[in-house]
């Protein structure tokens, strides 16, 4: 029964930040028509539709339900599904329980370890949950298959930042400025290694 209780209550969380966001942007629609009209004239013919978004389960929370309990099952009943575990981390990181999504983003990179964006997710993940010394592993790993990827730059330097690692944290910074001088994480980064260096 406790795993139908979490199943449930995680429905129950991401039915609020759905029927939230339906209610947020039924508020905006307005605005965001009439600035779509005073904007629309000078986008090339070619452009796709401003605010054109896809659908998922339209305004129907029940059908929004059933879509995530059949999400998780599936990843649950088909372990070596790699798209379905994928679905489920998603669903997990987008209501912000990452050790529930790093569980199934472990899978996913069991069955394809050499997907990019797999090994690049769970430096993200692991980041956003706090583990930090996770995090860089991960992002470590993901240079080594993409050397110049100014998120993962910049993610490393986040992490080893927040691990208060100085010496790593500065060859990130000076790796990332290399990639990408004009990054607009570079000031930032560069105070938060200075704060690192002076409290020592």
């Known amino acids: ?9 995680i429905i129950g969380i991401l039915l609020g930040f759905i029927v939230g ?3 947020a ?5 307005r605005q965001q028509m009439a600035q779509n009209a005073s904007t629309a004239q000078s986008m090339p013919s070619d452009h796709p ?11 129907n929370p029940e059908a929004v339900r059933q879509q995530v309990t059949a999400d998780l099952e599936k990843a649950r009943n088909e372990p070596n599904n790699f798209e379905a575990q994928l679905k489920a981390a998603e669903l997990y990181y987008r209501i912000q329980r990452y050790d529930q999504a ?3 983003l472990l899978k996913a990179n069991q069955l394809k370890p050499t997907d990019y964006n797999t090994v690049v997710t769970l430096g993200v993940v692991n980041l956003d949950a706090g583990h930090f010394e996770t995090a860089e592993k991960w992002y470590r790993v993901a240079l080594k298959m993409k050397s ?4 993962v730059l910049a993610g ?18 000076a790796n990332l400025e290399k990639v990408d001088p004009s990054s607009q994480d570079l000031p930032r980064f560069r105070e938060m290694l200075t704060g690192l260096k002076t409290a020592k």
């Open 1 to 9: 029964m406790s795993r139908e209780n979490l199943l449930f209550g």
């Open 21 to 23: 966001f339906m209610f």
């Open 25 to 29: 942007s039924s508020m905006s629609q």
């Open 49 to 59: 539709p401003l605010g054109a978004q896809g659908s998922s389960g339209g305004g």
């Open 102 to 104: 790093i569980e199934f």
């Open 148 to 151: 110049d990827d100014v998120m």
């Open 156 to 173: 490393l330097a986040e992490a080893t930042l927040q691990k208060k690692d100085a010496k790593s944290a500065e060859e990130a910074i």
